[in-house]
């Protein structure tokens, strides 16, 4: 980033929400208008402060319940960045244990706190303040069924936290070695569901020169569980492409690889979370009903997702649940609302007939080299 942005950069990092990083870093580099960036900066800088002190807050109405808690990800990530406040937040996760999510809930509500009981799951809440980021409230990351090594982790997770010192006080959070193997296991979610950013990326690069992290002991233990293909082609992106010192390890891809190639063209595009692009919005819907298309004939897929079976859709139609004789009526209800949602264009509503095949190939090509099958496990 040496020279001046233009519009179509900022549109870039806009995509990829690093609009407080590009700015910081036309800021750093002397250009464009100093006077914008350094008062743009210094407002920023102070929501920051403002995002910590909420947290910390929280973190002493838990303690104070005898509630132990874990901060993941962004703060914890944040501090390891040059400039903290350029690194973007959408929420608050916290980690409790399962023995105390249900007083861990209350105890948010005490303070000012709400929910909705449709935004809950059975593994974490979702909790909604006034004017500040909201908070998901997790006891479980790790689906045990998919994952056999869920139980294992969770307990070295939960393993001699560490305590961050900050302006507004303190917060709790996970050893680095273990935090940082949740966060590439975070990735690895996303990137299957539809995909992320080059934000991901830049933490991944500042976690891990900013804690030293030990690259071959995370290569060997995403080996053992069946993904050192991933580990190593995201170390590869932030070695080749963000400048990521990587302490000369030597089983790094060739950056002209086609999976590596493929993979920095997919995260440029995809944004933040991988909807980017309308074509890889598309082909995250096909991706979904691919497999479908292989077992059974096209007319048989087309009217399941015409007129979806009645357990498929009665959770967003309650009447249903009264009177089971309007699924009919459900299913036009359905066709009404998807045809004349703005939020998608005419191709992303018949996404079926408009995905870009040579675009789902090499989707396909890159999942296949990382041996990740979508849909295979969840967070």
Same mark, same amino acid.
């Given at each position: 980033?040496?020279?001046?942005?233009? &519009?179509?950069?900022?549109?870039?990092?806009?995509?990829?929400?690093?609009?407080?990083? /590009?700015?910081?870093?036309?800021?750093?580099?002397?250009?464009?208008?100093?006077?914008?960036?350094?008062?743009?900066?210094?407002?920023?800088?102070?929501?920051?402060?403002?995002?910590?002190?909420?947290?910390?807050?929280?973190?002493?109405?838990?303690?104070?319940?005898?509630?132990?808690?874990?901060?993941? #990800?962004?703060?914890?990530?944040?501090?390891?960045?040059?400039?903290?406040?350029?690194?973007? =937040?959408?929420?608050?996760?916290?980690?409790?244990?399962?023995?105390?999510?249900?007083?861990?809930?209350?105890?948010?509500?005490?303070?000012?706190?709400?929910?909705?009981?449709?935004?809950?799951?059975?593994?974490?809440? $979702?909790?909604?303040?006034?004017?500040?980021?909201?908070?998901?409230? +997790?006891?479980?990351?790790?689906?045990?069924?998919?994952?056999?090594?869920?139980? $294992?982790?969770?307990?070295? @997770?939960?393993?001699?936290?560490? #305590?961050?010192?900050?302006?507004?006080?303190?917060? =709790? /959070?996970?050893?680095?070695? =273990?935090?940082?193997?949740?966060?590439? @296991?975070?990735?690895?979610?996303?990137?299957?569901?539809?995909?992320?950013?080059?934000?991901?990326?830049?933490?991944?690069?500042?976690?891990?020169? +900013?804690?030293?992290? %030990?690259? &071959?002991?995370?290569?060997?233990?995403?080996?053992?569980?069946?993904? !050192?293909?991933?580990?190593?082609?995201?170390?590869?992106?932030?070695?080749?492409?963000?400048?990521?010192?990587?302490?000369?390890?030597?089983?790094?891809? %060739?950056?002209? !690889?086609?999976?590596?190639?493929?993979?920095?063209?997919?995260?440029?595009?995809?944004?933040?979370?991988?909807?980017? !692009?309308?074509?890889?919005?598309?082909?995250?819907?096909?991706?979904?009903?691919? %497999?479908?298309?292989?077992?059974?004939?096209?007319?048989?897929?087309?009217? *399941?997702?015409?007129?979806?079976?009645? !357990? /498929?859709?009665?959770?967003?139609?309650?009447?249903?649940?009264?009177?089971?004789?309007?699924?009919?009526?459900?299913?036009?209800?359905?066709?009404?609302?998807?045809?004349?949602?703005?939020?998608?264009?005419? #191709?992303? #509503?018949?996404?079926?007939?408009?995905?870009?095949? *040579?675009?789902?190939?090499?989707?396909?090509? =890159?999942?296949?080299?990382?041996?990740?099958?979508?849909?295979?496990?969840?967070?």
């Amino acid at each position: 980033m040496k020279k001046k942005m233009g &519009d179509e950069d900022y549109d870039f990092f806009a995509n990829h929400n690093l609009m407080l990083y /590009a700015y910081w870093k036309e800021y750093m580099n002397g250009q464009g208008d100093a006077p914008f960036f350094k008062k743009k900066l210094f407002m920023y800088k102070i929501d920051y402060n403002k995002i910590v002190e909420v947290l910390c807050e929280v973190g002493s109405a838990l303690e104070e319940k005898g509630i132990r808690y874990l901060v993941l #990800k962004g703060v914890v990530i944040a501090e390891t960045y040059p400039e903290p406040f350029t690194r973007s =937040m959408g929420d608050y996760d916290i980690l409790v244990h399962s023995d105390d999510f249900e007083l861990a809930k209350e105890t948010l509500q005490e303070i000012g706190y709400i929910t909705e009981a449709k935004l809950n799951t059975y593994k974490d809440a $979702t909790f909604f303040r006034e004017k500040e980021l909201s908070i998901e409230l +997790h006891h479980a990351l790790l689906n045990p069924e998919i994952e056999p090594y869920a139980h $294992t982790f969770m307990k070295q @997770l939960w393993d001699h936290p560490i #305590k961050i010192e900050t302006p507004k006080g303190y917060i =709790m /959070a996970p050893q680095p070695r =273990m935090h940082f193997t949740y966060i590439v @296991l975070h990735m690895m979610k996303h990137l299957k569901e539809a995909g992320f950013g080059i934000r991901f990326l830049l933490d991944f690069k500042y976690f891990a020169q +900013h804690h030293d992290i %030990d690259h &071959d002991a995370q290569l060997a233990f995403f080996e053992e569980i069946g993904y !050192s293909e991933f580990y190593r082609s995201v170390a590869t992106l932030c070695h080749y492409y963000l400048g990521m010192n990587s302490h000369d390890v030597s089983w790094l891809y %060739d950056p002209e !690889s086609p999976v590596i190639r493929i993979l920095a063209e997919y995260v440029a595009e995809g944004g933040s979370f991988g909807h980017g !692009s309308e074509r890889m919005r598309i082909a995250t819907h096909y991706d979904k009903y691919k %497999d479908a298309f292989k077992k059974k004939k096209s007319i048989s897929v087309y009217k *399941e997702l015409l007129f979806p079976p009645l !357990s /498929a859709i009665i959770e967003n139609y309650k009447y249903l649940e009264r009177c089971r004789f309007l699924l009919p009526i459900a299913w036009l209800h359905r066709l009404i609302k998807k045809v004349f949602n703005n939020r998608k264009g005419i #191709k992303e #509503k018949f996404f079926i007939f408009a995905q870009d095949k *040579e675009f789902v190939s090499k989707k396909e090509f =890159m999942m296949s080299a990382l041996k990740l099958k979508n849909h295979e496990f969840r967070d």
